[in-house]
C-alpha cells in the first residue's frame, strides 16, 4: 500500500513539474499548424503561388473601392463643361454647412486664395504663388460645377484635393466659395435653408452617392463636426 502511494505520489509531483514548466503563450502541440499560422506575403514580393508570380493584383475590373464612389466627369475641356453644366451642390444652405465650409476652407484654400477668395492669400503675399485670380473674375466665371470639378482634378498650379477630402466636403467647401464669389461681387445675401442651428440636424443627403447613410453637419458645442447617419443613430 506504502509503495502504491509514493509511486502515485511520485508520478504527481513529476506531472506538476512538467505541468509547471510549460508554456502559457503557445499551444504545446497543434494539430494541423497551418490552421493556426497564416502564411504571409510580402508586399510587391514574387511567389510561385500567385499568378505572373506577383503577389501584387490589381483589383478586379469594374470594382469600386469602400467608401468611394466613382466621379462622372472626365479632366478634359468636355468634362469641365459638362460640370459647369450640369453639377449641383446637394447640400442645404444651412449655417452649420456654412461654417463647416468654412473651416475646411481656412484648411485647404485659404493659404493661396485668401481668406476672403481675393487671391491673395499667404503664399501669393510672399510671392510664393503669383497671378491668383479672385473669385468673382470676369474671365473664370466659376460656378458650384467648375469649383468642385477642380478641386477633384485640379487646375494649373493647383493640385486635386480628391484625396485630402471627402466627397461632402468638397461639397461644404464648393459652398463657402460660392459665398466668398457672391461676397466680392457685393450680391445680396444668401437666405439660409429652413433647416437652422437649434432646429433639427441638417440632414445633408447627396443623392445617388450614399443615400442609405446621409452625413450630419452639427455643432456639438466644442465645433462643427460631420459624422454618418448611422454613427448619428448611435450617440
Known amino acids: 500500500m506504502k509503495s502504491s502511494f509514493r ?14 514548466c510549460a508554456e502559457d503563450s503557445s499551444r504545446n ?6 490552421m493556426y499560422h497564416t502564411v504571409t506575403y510580402e508586399t510587391y514580393g514574387e511567389y510561385p503561388v500567385f499568378e505572373n508570380g506577383q503577389e501584387a ?56 486664395h485668401g481668406d476672403n477668395g481675393d487671391g491673395q492669400g499667404i503664399l501669393a503675399e510672399r510671392e510664393k504663388i503669383l497671378g491668383i485670380p ?33 466627397i461632402t466636403e468638397r ?18 445675401e444668401r437666405e439660409f435653408d429652413q433647416t437652422q442651428r ?4 441638417a440632414r445633408n443627403l447627396i443623392p445617388a452617392i450614399n443615400a ?3 452625413i450630419i453637419v452639427k455643432d456639438n458645442g466644442r465645433g462643427v463636426s460631420t459624422t454618418s447617419g448611422d454613427q448619428e443613430n448611435q450617440n
Open 7 to 20: 509511486r502515485y505520489l511520485l508520478l504527481f509531483i513529476f506531472a506538476a513539474s512538467v505541468i509547471s
Open 29 to 34: 502541440y497543434e494539430y494541423m499548424p497551418n
Open 57 to 112: 493584383k490589381l483589383p478586379a475590373e469594374g470594382s469600386v473601392p469602400r467608401g468611394w464612389m466613382p466621379y462622372p466627369y472626365e479632366n478634359t475641356p468636355e468634362g469641365f463643361a459638362a460640370a459647369r453644366a450640369n453639377l449641383k451642390n446637394p447640400l442645404p444652405y444651412t449655417e452649420d454647412n456654412l461654417a463647416a465650409g468654412k473651416q475646411l476652407y481656412t484648411i485647404y484654400c485659404a493659404v493661396c
Open 134 to 166: 479672385p473669385y468673382d473674375d470676369a474671365g473664370r466665371n466659376i460656378n458650384e460645377g467648375t469649383v468642385y470639378h477642380v478641386m477633384y482634378y485640379g487646375l494649373n498650379n493647383m493640385g486635386s484635393y480628391a484625396s485630402q477630402t471627402t
Open 171 to 188: 461639397w461644404l467647401i464648393d459652398q463657402y466659395v460660392m459665398k466668398l464669389k457672391n461676397d466680392l461681387q457685393g450680391g445680396p
Open 198 to 201: 437649434g432646429a433639427e440636424p
Open 212 to 214: 442609405e447613410k446621409p
